[in-house]
Structure formats: C-alpha cells, structure tokens
C-alpha cells in the first residue's frame, strides 16, 4: 500500500492535528433549486470582502500555521482574483501558511478560463474544485445550473493545465439522470486528481422541496444507490481511492480541508454562514449577508450560535465523523460500546460495519447514517 | 318523609349531542339549585374526559325543589340523568327504573335518531310515562314541524302534544317544569314496607368508598340500618344515607319513593353491582326488584406499554381506573412481540376507547393496543365449551367442532336515500335483516341481526361516511351464532407475531390477511436484509409481502463543515427509532400495530 493512499490510517489520523481556515463566499449568480447554503443574488462584495478582512484580522491565530484554506460559496469566482488575492494574503499574515499548504477554491465551470484560471493561480490558489455537477444537458438544466456539458470539460481542460490538483463535483440520482455513469467517465478522463460525488438531496426550504411536495419527482435511494456502486467502480478502476463517503482521490491528493474536518480537527471560518471548529467549540456566524456585514463593522462578534461537546459527547462525535473516512477510526470507548451492543452485532452481521485491529469501519458506506444512529443511541458511560 | 305524590322523579332521554346536559343545567337553574353565574357549564357532566366528549359516563341524581307559580304547590323533583352514551343501553335502562317518567328530548334540526329510539322504547317498556320536547328551537335549521311529526310517531302520540323549548336561551322551561308535575305521576304507593331499594347507579369516592345512587321503592332507609344487598349478598351497614343538592347533604332517612345515594363503607368497587336490590338484613325481602344483569365485558383487547419498563405502572393504573368502574376487567398476558402487558375486557367499544384515553391521559402511560377481539365460544371434540377471548387460545382445529361468536342487534336510523348502501355495508359485515320500519317518508329504520366482531372495527365510521353523517346506530346483546371462522397469523421474517393475529370469518380471511400483508408492508421500515411478511391459516401462506432491504440511508452532501446540523438530525431520527418495537431483529413501528385496528376501514 502506498503509504499516501487517502485510505490509509496513518495518513488521515494524523490530519486530526491540522489545522485550517474555510472563508465563504455567498454570491451567486443564480440559486440552485436544491441548495440550502448561506447565499444570495448579487451583492455588495467589495463591502462584503472588507467584512471579511476585518473578521480575518481580528482571528485569533492557531499554533501552527494553517494547513489547509478552502474558500468556497456559493460562487467564490464571483469575487475578481484580486480581491480573493487579498483574502488569501490576509489569511497568510495573520495565520501564517504551511509550507506546502492546501490553499483551495470553488469554481463553476462558465467562469472558469485560461485568464481567471491564472489570476486565481496568481493569488495563491493551488486547488480549483469545480461544481461540474453533470456533463449532461438536461441533467444540467433540471439542476438549475447555467453551464453546459462543453464549458464544464473546457473548464476541467484549463484547470488542469494551470492548477496542479484539481476537484470535479457531481451530484447523482437526479430524477431522469439516464446518463450518469457517462458524466463519471467524461470528469475522470478530463484527469481530475479528486473526485466528490453527492446525491441530490431534498432539503427544507428550498425550491426542490417545494417541487417535490407539489408533486415532481423525488430522488429515488434505490437508484442513487446503483450510482454510487458505479461512480465507485469507475473511479477506482481510474486510479482514485474512495477516502470518504463522497470523496476520490488520487494517492497524495486528498482535500487536506477535508480530512480534517473528518478528523474532529481545528477550523477557522470566515463570513456570513461560515462554521468553525476551534478549541473544542463549534460555533458558527450568522446566516444573513447585511447583518454579518453590520455587525464586523461594528466590532461586534458575528457568531449567532455555539455548540460545546464534551466527554462522551465528544467522543461519539470523534467516532461519528471518523466512520465517514474509508479508513474508519480508532475505536476508543464509543466505537467499542457500539461494536459490543446489540445493535453493533446487528450492523456487524449485516457487513455494515466491522472491527479491524483496534479501528472500526464502515463497511458499507450508504448506510452510514444507520450506524451514526445507533452510535447516537448507546448509553453514555463516563470518558 | 315527604308526601309521595308530591315527587317526581324523572330522566331526560336523548340523542348524543341532542342538548340533554344544557336542559339539566337549565333546570337547575330555574329551581335554584345552583346560580347561574356559578354554574361551571353542564355540571351534570363532572369528569373533563366527559365534557371534551360531550357525553356522560356517571348518571347522577340531583334533588330539586319546584313551587308552581300556577298551584302555589311545592314539589321535589329528583332529576336523574342516565348516560348519553353507552355501549349497552342496560346501564340506561337501570337509571329509567329508579323514575316514573322522562323527557325525551330530541333536536328540532336534528330529528330523531337511533338513539332516541332506543332510549324511548326503553321508557315506554319500562311503563314510564314520556312527555316529548323538542329542543334547540333557536336554530336557524330547526324544523319543528317535521320533527314533531317523527316524534309523534315514534310514541304513538299527538304531534301537537311535543312540548318546545330552547335550552340555550331557556326558552320553554317555565312550561316543561310545569309539565314535568302535571303529566308525570307520583312515585307509585309502597308495598307491604318490606324495605326495597334499587342500586341504579355507583361511584367511587377517594374518601368515602363506593357511593351507592339508590331508589327507594319500598319501606324506608335510615342511617345505621343493617342492610343486605340481594344480588351479591353482602350485609353491610348504611353509614350514610343522603341526597344531592347537587352538593351532598346527609338526611336520617330515604322513604318510598325518594332518590338518594347510600354509603355503606366498601371500598371495593366490584362488591356493589348496578341493578342490585337493597333491603333489610333483619327483615329481608323475598323477591329483588326485576331487571338485574350481571356486567359482561364483550370486548377484549391487549393493552401493552410501548416502554417495557412501564409494566408495574399500566398494572397500577389499571388498578386505579378498576375502583370506580366495575366492568373493566383485566388479566396479565405475555405476547412475544410486545412483552408483559394485560388482556382487557370492556363492555363496548366505547367503553375500551374511554379506558385507554384515560390511561394514557390521566397516567401518562404510551400504549400499544391490539386489535380488539370479542369472546368467542368454542365446542371441542370432548363436548366441553371454551371462551376465547384472545385469538392465541383458540384451540387448534382438530381439537374443536364448532365455533360460535356473539351477535349484536343492530338498529339503525338513516334518511331513506341511503337505505341502499347501509344494507350494502350490513351485508359486507354479515347482518342478517330482522325488519325495517319507516318512520316517515324521509326516514326508515333497520334492524339487522350482526356478529359483534364485524362492528368492532370502525363500523360506526363507515356508516356515517356512507350516510354522510345522518345515519345512527343503537345495538343490543343478542346471543351467540356458530360460523364458520378461522384464525389468520401474521409472520414476520418467517416468525408468527401473535400480537397481529385474528379470528375471522372464512370469507373473509384472504381479503383480511391481503388487507394486513399490504399496510405493513407499507408501515414497516426497509431495514439491512429483505423482510418477507406472509399472512397464514395454520401452515398454508395466503398472503406474502417482502419489505426490500434498504441499500442508501446516508447523507452524501456537501456539509461546509456544518458537523452540528447533520447529529442534530441524525438525534432526531434517532428519537424515532426508539419508538420502534424488536420483533425478532425486525425494527416495527408503533403505528404498524394500531394499523391492524383499522385494517377494515377504506
């Protein structure tokens, strides 16, 4: 085994000692009708930029420089590369970057070409992720996305000649996708080195949910679950090694942001929406562009919620990201008592999850969330 | 002792919903008894359950008194008020002895109901005298006219001779108060003074025990008496005796005639029996008054706690809601599926629904309740008749020769449009037609000879909906049938889950176990392997069903580090998982068991 394979233990442990920074951006030229994030059309983003600068300069540093920066949206290319310039070079002096550092963006695919590509290379970007999402006209449309299959495989050409990782977002089981396994082969031959897959998700709020309750169709679980059995064969025979429920990667090219976001790792988070993991406490800003912005400029915290888990919460919290990993987690006393309950002898029979050595793993990676309830549902015992 | 012939003692007979609770408060009112501005709505209906429901569980008697502004005489009216609501109309039947007449009251929109019926016939068998009213004259929708008519048919009368009233705005009541001391006749003159009193009615007071609601019929009652109650044949003294005002105010004595309650000291609510004749212990008389019966649940069900644990806390409650209800009776039963809880037998299936609301109401118990069954009579091969009351004890079948199933009569009021579908769903429910009289042109009713089991199920909501609403049922106990019935079992990954078998008729058995089959297969969660679900007569499969394993129960999506959110919903769905029962290593929702209750209704 290649000792940087992404599903290698040593490897995505050690991440539990990394440390980054996520920056939102909100804008969007238009909303997707599945997306639930923190956006908007439109908007002031030079004010909303010095919002962030003045956020990013009030931070307060880690021990170690940052390891990873994702800044990622809504659509951060709706900021000009100077100014994401600017960003970056904020976080870079306050919280200092690892030589070598992740230093990640989002993109869509219709902004993307050769000159955007090198201004963004230019401002210290080294990762480019694009929200392919389909290569499937059709498919794009009921997405509500503006790109067409051309631009997106023109987009992956550009990043690949001027970033050295590059990312593909798809989104499977959307209702009457007949292609999908098409739109997986077309991203791998574009020679991504990281490949995310999400199924198409109806949350609360958003206009698909409104769609599906008036009567379209609603993603069908058995149907995404044979895409994902054939994304997974696709990207594997191509070289990419499933590190995590949604992510591929080549050996070397895991999201650094990501591993330690499945770690139980140290985040900074900057903007409106923006969520952060520091010093044992997740907390997160407020949702709204205008009031985030009001209360930066007044000095004020732009934190409107705070979670702080400790001891077996904690712990059930450290097992549950972890299962998400390929690589499982060091079982400890919560993936012990869930392998030891009967509930964790039923999951181990059904091959959903299994001991190895001292780790456990999810085995079967679509029922996760079968396994984070019954992780959620054990007895607390004292840690 | 009060002078007889200036007593009357009455009951005010209606429909459910016909106004009887407004008129009694009217009627409290205007004798005084207790101020307008005082009176908490219709106090005649004491417990909250009854008032959501708008019926009465507990009959009362309150004694009123009246001077007619006419006469200038004083009278006392006992107002005994019967329940509004029952499975049987026995109960009804017992407060009617302890009167000499009634007022039946009936919705001048509304019409005469099944109800009405039932309860005027039971007046005129019980050789009271009925003085007709009709009620709710304020409504806009009031037909007066039309409904005397039916009235005066119904009893035989002159229509001019229904008396009208609005118990909302107390419109008519000086007139029936009137009424109620002009046709009604006095307390009928005592025997030989042998002292007779019937037990028309009981409660159960925290402090003082068993309240006995007595009718004195012969001789006298006195605090301290030796009595002996004849049915049971406990001796027990009277402690107290005294009357409702409709607070309770102890008296030295009740006399022929009179209306009272009667404490005796027993705590235990099943030593004194509705319909009982009270006498004296020391000079006893020879014959009860007529018309005893023995409560007899017809109704059975398993009551189980979704939470095992909650086990000795259901058996407490039971315990409690049993002190002042001696019809509900229970016995511990284990069920594979669903633990330790009790099979419970009730008198109707109001009466089953009343117990459960309470308990889960009143106690704060969650319970599991399985389809309600009724008790069926088995012949075995040694001659030896058996009662099952759960489908689990039925004997199998070659061990029994026939088995016979209790069956109502079943009497039905409807408009005449809808005479067609109502003997379309008396058939599907395997009525036998004993007669059908029109009451008018409009209106007609229908006695049906039906097994109890095919009215346990939702019976009264089918016909509503199919009579939209203006249909209305009265049934009675009328005996057993043999028929030709079989238990259909439920297997659940290959394991027969005893909770959710039943007996029915053969005819029916595919269509139930299809029926069963087709609504779990819904309800039941896709769980990690395939779930076959297979409806069953003894070994032969007559239904099957498979529940597919599930193969995505994951959020795969991007999160942008929001880690809170996602536990914070898998913790919700967690809760909904603990509302899951094991049956063997199948997770079943508690829906799925309140399903089989309603399997009959679509």
């Known amino acids: 085994m290649r000792t940087d394979r992404p599903d290698n233990p040593a490897v995505v442990d050690a991440a539990a000692e990394l440390v980054a920074a996520y920056v939102h951006v909100p804008f969007c030229r238009r909303l997707c009708p599945y997306c639930d994030f923190a956006v908007q059309v439109g908007g002031d983003t030079d004010r909303y930029v010095t919002a962030l600068l003045a956020e990013i300069a009030s931070a307060e540093p880690f021990s170690r420089p940052l390891d990873a920066v994702f800044v990622g949206g809504g659509t951060p290319t709706s900021l000009p590369p100077r100014r994401l310039a600017e960003v970056v070079e904020q976080l870079a002096s306050r919280f200092g970057l690892a030589p070598g550092a992740e230093v990640s963006i989002e993109a869509n695919p219709e902004d993307v070409d050769a000159g955007v590509a090198a201004g963004l290379r230019t401002a210290g970007f080294n990762r480019i992720s694009l929200g392919v999402q389909s290569l499937d006209s059709s498919v794009l449309r009921s997405l509500g996305r503006s790109h067409g299959p051309e631009e997106a495989v023109a987009a992956l050409g550009v990043a690949r000649r001027i970033f050295p990782s590059v990312n593909a977002d798809l989104i499977f089981g959307t209702p009457g996708d007949a292609t999908w396994i098409e739109s997986v082969r077309g991203v791998l031959a574009s020679d991504v080195d990281h490949l995310s897959v999400y199924a198409l998700t109806v949350e609360r709020g958003t206009a698909l949910s409104r769609a599906v309750a008036a009567g379209a169709a609603a993603p069908d679980p058995d149907e995404q679950a044979d895409c994902y059995q054939a994304a997974t064969a696709a990207a594997e025979a191509a070289g990419l090694v499933r590190y995590e429920t949604s992510n591929f990667a080549r050996p070397g090219r895991a999201c650094v942001y990501n591993l330690i976001t499945w770690a139980q790792g140290e985040y900074a988070a900057f903007g409106n929406g923006a969520h952060r993991h520091r010093d044992g406490e997740r907390s997160w800003n407020i949702r709204r562009v205008d009031r985030y912005e009001e209360r930066v400029f007044a000095g004020e915290s732009p934190v409107s919620g705070r979670e702080h888990l400790t001891g077996w919460n904690r712990e059930v919290e450290r097992v549950l990201l972890g299962l998400r990993r390929a690589a499982g987690v060091p079982a400890g006393s919560a993936g012990s008592a869930l392998l030891a309950s009967p509930a964790g002898e039923r999951l181990v029979a059904a091959g959903v999850i299994a001991a190895d050595g001292d780790r456990v793993r999810v085995t079967r990676p679509l029922l996760g969330d079968e396994v984070a309830r019954e992780l959620l549902a054990l007895e607390p015992i004292e840690c | ?602």
């Open chain 2, 1 to 602: 002792m009060t002078d007889t012939s200036r007593i009357r003692n009455f009951s005010i007979i209606a429909h459910i919903d016909h106004g009887k609770s407004t008129l009694a408060d009217r009627i409290l009112e205007r004798t005084g008894a207790i101020a307008a501005r005082d009176m908490r709505e219709q106090v005649l209906d004491s417990m909250d359950l009854e008032r959501e429901r708008g019926i009465t569980i507990k009959a009362q008697a309150v004694r009123l008194h009246y001077t007619s502004p006419r006469t200038g005489e004083e009278y006392i009216l006992n107002l005994i008020d019967t329940p509004g609501h029952v499975d049987f109309s026995y109960e009804v039947s017992r407060s009617l002895a302890a009167c000499e007449g009634a007022i039946l009251l009936v919705d001048a929109a509304q019409g005469v109901e099944a109800q009405t019926l039932a309860n005027a016939y039971l007046a005129i068998e019980g050789g009271l005298e009925v003085i007709p009213v009709l009620n709710k004259l304020d409504l806009p929708a009031a037909d007066p006219e039309r409904v005397a008519l039916e009235v005066a048919v119904v009893l035989g009368g002159d229509p001019g001779e229904v008396m009208r009233v609005s118990a909302k705005t107390g419109e008519g009541i000086d007139a029936l108060l009137e009424a109620i001391v002009d046709r009604l006749p006095p307390p009928a003159p005592a025997g030989d003074g042998t002292l007779r009193a019937l037990v028309f009615d009981s409660y159960y007071d925290i402090y003082r025990g068993v309240v006995c609601y007595v009718r004195v019929t012969d001789g006298v009652v006195a605090t301290g008496d030796p009595l002996r109650f004849m049915a049971t044949g406990e001796d027990l003294p009277a402690e107290e005796v005294g009357v409702l005002t409709p607070k309770a105010v102890p008296v030295a004595s009740l006399s022929a005639g009179e209306v009272g309650y009667l404490i005796t000291g027993v705590k235990e609510v099943e030593r004194i029996k509705v319909g009982d004749t009270v006498t004296r212990r020391d000079r006893p008389a020879k014959q009860m008054l007529p018309g005893y019966r023995e409560p007899k649940p017809m109704v059975f069900s398993g009551l189980f706690p979704t939470d095992g644990d909650e086990f000795e806390r259901l058996r407490e409650a039971l315990e409690r809601l049993r002190l002042n209800d001696a019809a509900l009776v229970y016995e511990p039963e284990t069920s594979r599926a669903l633990g330790f809880g009790f099979r419970c037998g009730f008198l109707g299936l109001l009466h089953m629904e009343i117990v459960r609301e309470r308990l889960e109401r009143e106690y704060g118990l969650e319970l599991v309740t399985t389809a309600p069954s009724v008790a069926f009579r088995v012949r075995l091969s040694g001659g030896e008749i058996r009662e099952v009351r759960s489908p689990q004890d039925l004997p199998e079948s070659i061990e029994r020769i026939e088995i016979s199933e209790p069956m109502m009569r079943v009497m039905i009021l409807t408009p005449t449009e809808y005479t067609g579908t109502v003997m379309e769903l008396l058939q599907e429910h395997r009525g036998v037609m004993s007669s059908m009289n029109y009451l008018s042109k409009e209106r007609i009713e229908l006695v049906y000879r039906v097994p109890l089991a095919e009215i346990v199920f939702g019976f009264f909501d089918q016909l509503k909906s199919r009579t939209r609403g203006y249909g209305s049922l009265d049934y009675e106990v009328d005996g057993y049938a043999v028929s030709d019935l079989v238990r259909v079992d439920i297997l659940l990954n290959e394991l027969p889950v005893d909770a959710f078998s039943a007996i029915v008729h053969k005819d029916k058995a595919y269509l139930y176990g299809r029926k069963l089959v087709d609504r779990l297969r819904e309800l039941i969660p896709r769980q990690l392997f395939d779930v076959p679900i297979q409806a069953a007569i003894g070994s032969r499969i007559i239904a099957r069903e498979t529940v597919k394993a599930k193969r995505k129960d994951v959020l795969a999506k991007c999160y942008g580090g929001d880690v809170t959110r996602k536990r914070k919903l898998l913790e919700k769905q967690k809760e909904g998982k603990r509302r899951m029962k094991m049956l063997g290593s199948v997770e079943v929702p508690q829906e799925a068991f309140i399903a089989v209750l309603r399997v009959d209704e679509d």
